[in-house]
C-alpha cells in the first residue's frame, strides 16, 4: 500500500505542484491587474488593508477615467493603424520573396534564406540611434509613418523565413500542373500557392501584429507627442503625471491591451515556435 | 508524362532567375535600406562627433570609444549587461527544463495552463514590466505586505526592491526570467516531443530511472534544441532595453544600466549621437557569435 503510493501518488503530487507555481509565478502580475483594475483608490493605497481581496466595494472608476480622461482609445487606434499598414507592407514584401527562395533559386535560395533571417537577430536597440536621424531627415519624427516605415524591418526577416519553410511544404507538381493549364509561374503563385498558403499567411500576419505592439524602443525614439503615442509606450510612459503614478487606470490598460494579444498568438503558437527552432526540430 | 514534366521544370527554371530576383528584390533591397544603411550609419556616427542638433560633424577616430571605455558607467553597464544575460539564462534553462516535462504529459485542462504560462511572453513586454512596477512598488509592494504579515519585516521597514542596488539588480533579472521562461518552455516543449518515444521506453526497460533518462538520453538528444533556446535567451536579455527602462531607468546611480539602456540614455537623451552610436556597437560582438553559433545548429541538423 505504501509503495503504491510512493509510486503512482508521489509522481503525481510533484507534477500538480510543479504546475501550480510556475502557473502562479507566471500569472501572478496579470492576476495582479485584474485586482487592481477593480479596486477604490482608499483600498489600493492602504498599506495595512490585506491587498489580496476586496477591502471596499469594487469599482469602474479606473476604468472610467481610462477611457474618458486619457488618450487610451487614441493610443489603440494608433496602435491598429501602424499594425494593419506594417501587416500589408510585410505581406507584400515577403510573400514573394519567399517563393522565390524556396523555389526558385535553388541553393541560392537557402543561403539568402538564412542570410535574411539572421538579419532578424539584428536588435532595434543597435539601430535606433542612426534610424531617429534618418526619421528626423525624412520629417517623420512625432508621425506614426516613421513607425510603418521601420516595423517591417523587424518583421519581413522572421516572416520570409516563416513562409518559406511553408512553401517548401507545398508539392511542386501542383504549380506544374496550373502551368500545363496555361498559367505563367507567377500566375501560378498568385492563383494556386497563395490560396493554399492562406493559414502560414495568417500566422504571418497574427506574428506582424503581435510585434507591433510588443515593440517599445522605436516607438519611444521616433514619437514624443502623448496623441501620437502607440499602446506599449503610451501607457507606461504618458499614464503617469509628474510623479503621479495611476495605478488602477494603468494596470487596467496594461490588461486590455495585452489579453487579445496574447490570446491571438495562443492560438498560433506552434508555427512560431517552429519558425524559432531553426530546423532543430524534425517535427 | 515524366518527360513533359522535366520539360516544363526546365522552361520554368530558363525563366526563372528574373522572375526570381523581381519576387525578391524589393524584400532584400527594403532590408538593405532599414537595416544595412543605418548599420553602417552607427559605425559611420561611432567614429564622429555628430550630436543631435549640430549640423557639423568631424571625424574623430577612436576618441568615443577612448571616452566611453574610461566612463565608469559604461563599464558598469557592460559588466550589468553580462551579469543580467548569463544569470537569466541559467534561471531560464532550470526552470524552462522542468515546465517542459512537467507540460509534456496531457491532462485535463493543459490548454488552459498553456495560456496561463504563456501570458508572460505573448503580452506585450512593457506591459508586463509596469505589472512588477506595481508589485515591486516602494510603498505597497504585496510583496513587502506579505513579509510583514509573515513578520519577515516590521512595519514601514521593509526594503525598497527597485531603491537598492543589489535589488534592483535582482528585480532585473527576476522579470527577464519571468518573460523568458514561457517561451524557452514552448521550444524545449517542441524539441521533447520530436524525441522518438521508443528511446526512453528501452531505457526505461533497461533499468534507467528519471534522472538517468533525463541526463544520459533527453537531455542530449535535445542539445541543438537547447541550444537554439539559450541563444535566442541571450539575444532577447542581451539587447532588450524594456524592461531596464521601465522598471529602474537604470537607477538607482546607474546601478542597473544595461549597454542598450546607455545607448539610448547618452544618444538620445543626452543627444550624444556619437557616443550612443560607439556604446551600442558593443552589441555586434555578441550577435556575431550568437549568429555563427545558430549557423552551426542549423548545419549540424542539416547533414543530420
Not at chain 2, 565608469?72 to 539564462?89: E, G
Not at chain 2, 526505461?204 to 541563444?231: C, K
Request: charged share 10%.
Amino acid at each position: 500500500m505504501k509503495s503504491l503510493l510512493r509510486r503512482k501518488l508521489g509522481p503525481r503530487i510533484v507534477h500538480v505542484l510543479v504546475l501550480a507555481v510556475f502557473v502562479v509565478l507566471l500569472a501572478f502580475p496579470f492576476y495582479w491587474m485584474v485586482i487592481a483594475t477593480f479596486k477604490q483608490n482608499l483600498d489600493l493605497y492602504n498599506v495595512e488593508a490585506n491587498p489580496f481581496i476586496f477591502n471596499l466595494k469594487p469599482t469602474l472608476d479606473n476604468l472610467h477615467l481610462l477611457f474618458m480622461e486619457t488618450r487610451f482609445v487614441r493610443w489603440l487606434g494608433n496602435t491598429v493603424f501602424v499594425g494593419v499598414l506594417v501587416v500589408a507592407i510585410t505581406l507584400l514584401l515577403s510573400i514573394p520573396a519567399a517563393y522565390a527562395l524556396a523555389r526558385l533559386t535553388g541553393r541560392w535560395g537557402e543561403r539568402l534564406g538564412i542570410g535574411i533571417f539572421l538579419t532578424y537577430l539584428v536588435p532595434p536597440t543597435l539601430l535606433f540611434i542612426p534610424l531617429s536621424r534618418v526619421v528626423a531627415i525624412l520629417g517623420l519624427q512625432d508621425s506614426l509613418w516613421s513607425l510603418v516605415l521601420v516595423y517591417p524591418s523587424v518583421t519581413v526577416p522572421f516572416s520570409v523565413w516563416l513562409l518559406m519553410g511553408f512553401f517548401k511544404s507545398i508539392p511542386k507538381e501542383l504549380e506544374d500542373a496550373a502551368m500545363v493549364d496555361g498559367l505563367t509561374r507567377f500566375g501560378a503563385f498568385v492563383k494556386m500557392v497563395v490560396p493554399i498558403s492562406m493559414s502560414g499567411i495568417l500566422t504571418v500576419v497574427i506574428f506582424t501584429f503581435t510585434l507591433v505592439t510588443q515593440e517599445f524602443v522605436y516607438a519611444l525614439t521616433f514619437i514624443s507627442p502623448e496623441s501620437n503615442q502607440m499602446v506599449g509606450v503610451g501607457i507606461p510612459i504618458f499614464l503617469v503625471r509628474g510623479d503621479v503614478y495611476f495605478w488602477g487606470s494603468l494596470m487596467a490598460a496594461c490588461l486590455i491591451a495585452s489579453l487579445p494579444v496574447a490570446f491571438l498568438y495562443n492560438l498560433f503558437l506552434d508555427r512560431f515556435i517552429a519558425g524559432f527552432t531553426v530546423g532543430a526540430v524534425k517535427g | 508524362m515524366a518527360v513533359a514534366g522535366a520539360k516544363i521544370k526546365s522552361i520554368g527554371a530558363a525563366q526563372s532567375p528574373l522572375l526570381g530576383f523581381a519576387m525578391f528584390g524589393p524584400a532584400i533591397l527594403y532590408i538593405l535600406l532599414v537595416i544595412g544603411a543605418p548599420f553602417v550609419l552607427a559605425v559611420f556616427y561611432a567614429f564622429s562627433d555628430a550630436r543631435i542638433g549640430s549640423t557639423s560633424l568631424h571625424y574623430v577616430g577612436l576618441e568615443n570609444f577612448r571616452s566611453i571605455l574610461q566612463s565608469p558607467s559604461f563599464r558598469k553597464a557592460l559588466w550589468n549587461s553580462v551579469v543580467f544575460t548569463i544569470s537569466a539564462q541559467i534561471i531560464v534553462m532550470v526552470c524552462a527544463n522542468i515546465l517542459s516535462i512537467a507540460l509534456e504529459k496531457k491532462f485535463r485542462g493543459r490548454g488552459l495552463v498553456r495560456f496561463l504560462i504563456l501570458l508572460p511572453w505573448v503580452a506585450p513586454v512593457s506591459l508586463g514590466t509596469i505589472g512588477w512596477k506595481w508589485i515591486l512598488d516602494s510603498i505597497y509592494s504585496v510583496i513587502t505586505w506579505v513579509l510583514i504579515w509573515a513578520h519577515v519585516f516590521k512595519p514601514y521597514s521593509a526594503p525598497m526592491w527597485l531603491g537598492e542596488p543589489k535589488l534592483a539588480m535582482a528585480s532585473v533579472i527576476l522579470v527577464h526570467c519571468w518573460r523568458l521562461i514561457p517561451f524557452s518552455t514552448v521550444i524545449l516543449l517542441a524539441g521533447r516531443t520530436a524525441i522518438p518515444k521508443e528511446i526512453p521506453e528501452a531505457a526505461a526497460i533497461d533499468g534507467a530511472g528519471f534522472w538517468r533518462t533525463l541526463f544520459q538520453i533527453n537531455l542530449p538528444m535535445m542539445l541543438p534544441i537547447l541550444s537554439v533556446a539559450v541563444l535566442f535567451g541571450t539575444i532577447f536579455t542581451f539587447t532588450d532595453m524594456t524592461v531596464v527602462y521601465i522598471l529602474t531607468a537604470g537607477g538607482p546611480y546607474d546601478s542597473t544600466q544595461t549597454l542598450p539602456s546607455l545607448a539610448f540614455a547618452t544618444g538620445i537623451q543626452g543627444s550624444d549621437l556619437a557616443a550612443g552610436a560607439a556604446i551600442s556597437l558593443f552589441l555586434v560582438p555578441v550577435l556575431v557569435a550568437i549568429a555563427y553559433l545558430m549557423l552551426r545548429v542549423a548545419h549540424r541538423t542539416e547533414v543530420n
